[in-house]
Structures are given as C-alpha cells and as structure tokens.
C-alpha cells in the first residue's frame, strides 16, 4: 500500500540549493556586457521638474546614459491613458511630481559603483507645490469609489440602541515591506521586440501581461525568469514603475541593464500597508449576543491611483449579528501607491474588530473567549450561504487549553509572575479561501521520473515541496523521482502567488494532471500489456511508480511500459478550476491566535511569553512548512502589534527612520516559544486535496490578540499601533481604566 505523501513533515525540494548557495535570485544572473543602473530620486513632495542636468554625471568614469522624461523612448500604452487618469504612475511621461523619492532618472554605467557615483552628480531643480502627507490632517479629501460601496444589513447604526454598547477609534501606521531581497530587474532587450527579463515577482505571467500590454509586443516575445524570490509579503504583487524605467532604459543603450534600489529605496518605491484609521461601534444584550455593527474605515492611497482592499470585510461575516454597516473610504496623499502586505487589509480590520470586541466583553463581564463563541456565525450571514467547512469553535478549544486559558485571573491587571504584570488575549482571524485557475504540465521519462512544470511563484512558503507530495499521492510515484518546476514565463500559465491560493490553484492542476497522466498511461497498458487487457483504467492500482492489476498479480513498472513501447517520455497537460461550488458555499479559513504577555510596570516594555496559533484551514500538505507559514505570520504580527511604524516628516513627506536601524522589525529576541496547531480537517468543496489557505491567516487577527493581551495585563487600552512603551508609562498610576 502507498505511503500517504501529504500531511508529512517533508523537507523543502530546494532547501540544499537555498542553503548552499546553489538558487540563483534574480540578481544573480549576469548576462554578457551587462550594464549597472541607479535612480535619481525626487527630495519634493509635489510639484514638476523644472531642469535636469546631467552634464557632469554624463563625464563620469563608466556612464553608458542617463535616462529620464526628456529623453526615454516611448511607452507605446501610454498612449491609451491620458495624463492625469488614475492609471498608476506613469514613469518618465511627463515632469510630474507626486511623492517624496518618485524616480525622475535613471543613470546607466559599467558597474554599480559608478552608476550610484554619478547618480550623485545630476542635478535637478523643481518648481515646489503644497504636498499633503499626513492623513488627519486631510480627511476633508477623503472619498469612496466604485469599488468600495457602502453595505449594510439590517438596521444602520443599530447598535446604538443596544443595551451595552462601545465605540471606539483604532489606528494602524504605515508599515514597509522588509523582505531581505531588494527590489530590481534585470532588463535584456534581444532585439527591438523581443525582452527578457530577470524579475523578482510573484507572478511571471502577470509580468508578462503587463510588458506586452505596455509595449505592444507579442506576450511570446518576452521571457521572464523568477525562479527563487527572497521574500516579498506583497511587494512583488505588480510591475512598478522601477522595473519600466529599467527596461526603457535598456532598450535605449541596446544592452542588459540590472537594477537593484537600495533599503531606503524600498520605503518609496514598492508599496507598503496603508496607513488607517477605523472606527467601530457595536452593541449586545446584557446576556452577551450582538445586536449591531457599525465599522468604518479611512485609509491612504496615492495621487494617481486609487488602491483598495478588505478592511471592512471580516466585520460583515465573522458574527452572528443582524443588523451590520460598513463605509470604507480613501484619503489621497503625496505618497506612492499602497500595496497589499501579508494579511492585506483584513490584517487591518481585524485588529479594530477584535479589539472592540474584546473591549465590549469587559463591559459585557463575560469571557472575550465566551462572547465569541456565544456569536459565532453558523452560516454566512453576508452571503447567507452554508460555509464549504468552518472549525472555528474546534480551534478555539484547542488554542484555550494549551495557552491554559481557563487558569488566567480574568481581572485586568490582576495578574503577576516574577515582578512583571502578565496577561492573556486572544483574537480570531479570517481570509477568503480561493481557488483560480493554472495549468501544469507533466513530463514522466522512461527512466521513471517525473518532471512537472508551471509558471508559478514561490516566494518561501515552499511551493515546489507542497506540488511533489500532491503528485506523490496521485501518483505513487516515490517523492524523490519527482520534480516541480516554476518561475518561468515558458511554463503554462498559473496566476500570481498572493491571497493564499496557490496549494489550492496549481495543487489542484497537479492533481488533474497526474490523474491525466495516470489514465494515459492505463490506457498504454490496456492496449499494449496483454495481462491489462480485460481491466479497465479505473480498475488498476497505481503504486510505487507501476501499474498493478486489480487481482494484484501483474504488475509493470511505468519504466518498463514506456521501454517496451520505445518511448522516451509521456507528456501531457491540464487546466484546473473551480466550478459551481463557490456559488453554493462561502468558503474561508480560520485563525485564532492566543498570546501570553508580561508588562514591565515601570518601563512599560511588553515582552510575549507564549504564542499558541491554530489554523483551520482545511487539509494540511505539509505539516512542517505550514507550521513555518504560520511562525512567519506570527512574527510579522508581532512586528505589526509592538515595533513597526514609518514615521514621516510632514514638513517635508519624506521618512525618517527609511532603514533597519530605525524601522524596527521583530528579530529572534522578540519572537518567544510559539506552538502552531491545526484542526486539519478537509474541505469537502474546495479543491482535490481539501486545503485551504494559510499564508494570510498566520498574521490576521494576531496583533489583537497582544494588544487585548497587554489591556489583560495593564489595564492600559492600546488602539494605536504599535504599542511602544511610551504608551504605557503611566502604568504605575493607571488602574484599569482605558485609554
């Protein structure tokens, strides 16, 4: 009988390549007579370019050109847009300046120490207008689009009639993408239409889709190559104007140009979590059970693009509650554009919604643990529609009994332990569970092994690892005969990795093509193989790389069969989607987290003690990677909850604290022991395997669960993030009230 390959804790496919040095990230390639790039970047918040001299930069040692709006080659698809549409940031279109550090030059040389050199040397002067970067003091801009529609149910503002009620503002600062990897590209121009690329993305056929789109060549034309990124939480969901300014300039000098900006580069130029401010009100009955929610929600966007993401979509589903409105609104600031970050923006409504609702138990007098159960959502109250699979109440059980739940003083500060004041919280998290469409396609050779290949992403989630224990299983086949290969733009098409649905949207095409894979090769058995010839391809039993008839008494191996038929390989493909059972069922994943805190009483330093996560989110294909997801979640929550904030300077929009010595993320001293669980229970509908997304659900919920932890503690209500001690340093006069 076949081993079960998912579920296993098996060990990444690529982790020897990635910690020997073998995995090749984008900057690694050096293609012949390749040139170096830096960016000249404004010091204006707003305004337009009034000059630009290059004369001495151009003088420098090495300097191929110096590309900006005066003299880049045309964007044939800007045409299609006209200047001034939200349309994103059209780089080196006009002289248009809309934020701090937006790129207006591009300086091209022999190696990257002389590119940086004489990015030094050009000189720009600009005509300065008015910028506005600081969101309180511009929510008379703020406004909705077509996009984010008010929605309600039931009653609007019924909460305020409710017996208990409680209201409250709740704010996130601007938070930065940090991966390890800088951002670039590499950009080769073949011939006047033909590019290859050299990309750090989560997605090669969106890269590919957007160049083609961009400067109408043939989507045959350009080759992109991301085998290995080094961590993006987001970042690398798009094509920034960087990367367009890379490739113009490339095809200006006819050679390979790399660029790779610099750590300050990345608080401008590659997105980021939009600062936000929300506001909910919700009220109960004395016994506990919800009677109305309102949230509303105002956060940053740029001058020229309007980004949007779920703030407000947890509150409409995860209660029991009749009577819930949402309004979700915008505020354009001189800044670049947002992008979604790692739990996108229901990281960000989570935090308020689960703070209030913890806020609302205290005056309730019941456990924040009991009030969520109390008004737990059977079905879905937004779709009202059965959930394809929820075990939320499981998880919860599971998560209370081993942070020991049950023994906690539910007094705030009530607690001590080795002169630290110590307190628990909890918080709930939820993100869509999705399945779009990808193709595979599968290649097994007469010598056994089977090779699968499709133009997916792997950011670090283990992707690769995850594809060969669900091939092993359809298969059979031994995990060591098989290999998965992405990040190719030549590879069938498979969407960007992002929105936790990547184990669920290519896995599945893995799924049905190694099933494919399978019938094709019966069917070479049935026609070919005379003790096959009276089965059919259902009856035969596929294990340890053969086919074995249903009597079990013949048995050939999938080497002999091709050998015997002289092939030297079966290839076929698959296309995988879902079908109607996205409209039959609304399917989600579920987090909750619990944490454990100890607060200085003097300093106000919060330290966490003990993290427990656990997961409901379907069945798991790799319990050790999942179990790093869920940790990597973590950390970034923490990061989230108690250290991460870009402070800018209004006098000028321009950060302060642009670099790791100063924008503080969590490191391994702030991460304490953390025990990931999970429910692991299939999903009936979802896809083949039963699993659901779990990239987005380590972070949401998480920063709530330390912020209601801390209140546990302190007394002290935190609903400005990040919780720092200044926040915290009347502790020693403060006796439960909030704050």
Not at 148 to 175: C, F
Not at 341 to 364: C, N, Q, V
Not at 407 to 430: F, K
Not at 665 to 691: E, L, Q
């Amino acid at each position: 009988m076949k081993k079960q390959q998912t579920g296993q804790p098996m060990n990444r496919v690529d982790g020897r390549l990635k910690v020997t040095g073998g995995a090749k990230y984008f900057a690694d390639h050096q293609p012949a007579d390749m040139q170096y790039a830096a960016l000249v970047c404004s010091t204006i918040s707003c305004g337009a370019i009034a000059s630009i001299n290059t004369t001495k930069a151009l003088r420098a040692p090495g300097v191929a050109d110096i590309v900006s709006h005066l003299n880049a080659p045309p964007v044939p698809g800007y045409k299609k847009t006209n200047p001034g549409d939200k349309n994103g940031l059209q780089i080196f279109r006009d002289n248009r300046i809309y934020s701090n550090g937006q790129p207006v030059a591009i300086v091209v040389a022999n190696t990257m120490e002389r590119a940086v050199y004489a990015a030094s040397l050009v000189e720009v002067q600009y005509n300065q207008e008015t910028h506005y970067t600081n969101m309180e003091a511009s929510m008379d801009k703020a406004f909705q689009n077509n996009r984010m529609k008010d929605y309600s149910r039931g009653e609007i503002n019924a909460w305020q009639k409710a017996p208990v009620t409680h209201s409250a503002q709740y704010t996130i600062p601007l938070e930065v993408h940090n991966p390890m990897e800088l951002a670039g590209i590499i950009a080769h121009w073949t011939s006047p239409d033909t590019l290859t690329l050299y990309a750090k993305t989560q997605g090669v056929k969106s890269v590919q889709e957007t160049i083609q789109e961009l400067f109408e060549i043939p989507e045959q034309n350009i080759t992109v190559h991301s085998r290995f990124v080094g961590g993006a939480f987001g970042m690398a969901l798009r094509v920034w104007p960087l990367e367009i300014a890379t490739i113009l300039a490339a095809k200006k000098i006819r050679k390979p140009v790399k660029l790779v900006i610099t750590r300050e580069q990345m608080f401008t130029l590659v997105g980021y979590r939009p600062n936000s401010s929300q506001t909910i009100s919700m009220g109960a009955t004395a016994d506990g059970k919800l009677t109305g929610i309102t949230h509303e929600a105002v956060a940053i966007t740029s001058p020229y693009e309007d980004f949007t993401e779920g703030i407000v979509a947890m509150t409409k589903f995860m209660y029991d509650c009749p009577n819930v409105n949402t309004r979700y609104q915008l505020v354009p600031l001189n800044m670049s554009t947002p992008i979604w970050m790692r739990g996108p923006g229901e990281a960000t409504g989570s935090f308020a919604l689960e703070s209030a609702i913890d806020e609302l138990s205290y005056k309730l007098k019941i456990d924040p643990l009991q009030l969520r159960i109390l008004n737990h959502a059977d079905t879905d109250p937004e779709r009202n529609l059965p959930f394809s699979s929820k075990y939320l109440k499981e998880a919860y059980q599971i998560g209370a009994e081993k942070i020991g739940w049950s023994s906690r003083n539910p007094a705030p500060r009530s607690m001590q332990e080795n002169g630290m004041l110590a307190g628990y919280g909890m918080s709930s998290g939820t993100f869509g569970a999705y399945r779009g469409k990808a193709t595979v396609s599968a290649i097994l050779k007469a010598d056994g092994t089977l090779t699968l290949q499709s133009a997916a992403a792997d950011i670090g989630p283990g992707t690769a690892t995850a594809m060969v224990q669900i091939a092993a299983d359809v298969t059979g086949i031994s995990p060591d005969k098989i290999t998965f290969m992405l990040g190719e733009s030549s590879f069938p098409y498979a969407p960007e990795q992002g929105g936790s649905a990547t184990v669920s949207t290519v896995g599945s095409a893995v799924s049905d093509v190694c099933h494919t894979l399978l019938k094709e090769l019966a069917n070479l058995a049935i026609s070919q193989v005379p003790a096959f010839k009276q089965t059919t391809p259902e009856q035969i039993i596929y294990e340890d790389g053969q086919l074995i008839t249903a009597d079990r008494q013949t048995k050939i191996t999938h080497e002999a069969l091709l050998q015997q038929q002289k092939l030297p390989e079966v290839k076929v493909t698959a296309t995988s989607q879902g079908g109607e059972e996205r409209k039959k069922y609304s399917m989600y994943s579920f987090s909750v987290h619990f944490a454990k805190v100890h607060v200085h009483p003097t300093t106000g330093v919060v330290r966490i003690q003990h993290i427990v996560s656990v997961a409901d989110a379907g069945a798991i294909v790799n319990t050790k990677t999942a179990r790093s997801q869920m940790i990597g979640g973590v950390v970034g929550g923490i990061g989230m909850a108690l250290t991460e904030e870009a402070i800018l300077d209004h006098r000028f929009g321009r950060f302060v604290n642009n670099n790791y010595a100063d924008y503080h993320v969590p490191v391994n001293a702030d991460t304490p022991p953390t025990d990931v669980y999970f429910v692991n229970k299939k999903d009936p509908y979802i896809n083949p395997m039963g699993s659901k997304g779990l990239g987005e659900i380590a972070l949401i919920g998480f920063a709530a669960a330390v912020s209601n932890a801390v209140f546990h503690a302190t007394g002290i209500r935190v609903r400005d993030l990040p919780i720092t001690p200044d926040k915290l340093l009347h502790i020693t006069s403060t006796e439960n009230t909030n704050t």
